[in-house]
């Protein structure tokens, strides 16, 4: 049971191509969103559809997938982690943002574009 404590899964469309950086030594990092979709029932019986967007992190082997492989409106699954970090602006504010950290990833539809 300890694996499924910081787990998660989703499937969603990415907003963009993903946003690589490299680092002395190769290792790569890929930074991108996705969006996943709910549709319920309001209370006056109209269908409602609920977008949400989630911030991944991908390093390594699966940012190099990333950079060749996904851009904009690809779906793909993902599974990983949650993670939370905090910085300050330059305003002296702090902010806080979750991304979640991502170690599989299954490419289910590239999109029109490509």
């Known amino acids: 049971m300890n694996a499924l404590k ?16 490299t680092f002395d030594g190769g290792k790569k990092l890929a930074k991108m969103s996705i969006a996943t979709s709910d549709k319920y029932k309001n209370a006056k019986g109209e269908y409602v559809t609920e977008t ?3 911030n991944l992190v ?3 082997g699966l940012a190099g997938i990333a950079e060749k492989l996904l851009q904009k ?13 905090n910085y300050t602006g330059k305003d002296g504010v702090k902010r806080y943002f979750t991304e979640v950290q ?3 990833m299954l490419i289910l539809n590239r999109s029109k574009n490509d």
């Open 58 to 60: 991908l390093w390594g």
């Open 52 to 54: 949400i967007w989630h």
């Open 73 to 85: 409106g690809t779906e793909v699954a993902v599974e990983g982690k949650l993670v939370n970090r």
């Open 102 to 104: 991502v170690n599989q």
């Open 6 to 21: 910081n787990k998660v899964q989703l499937i969603g469309n990415l907003g963009k191509n993903p946003e690589i950086k």
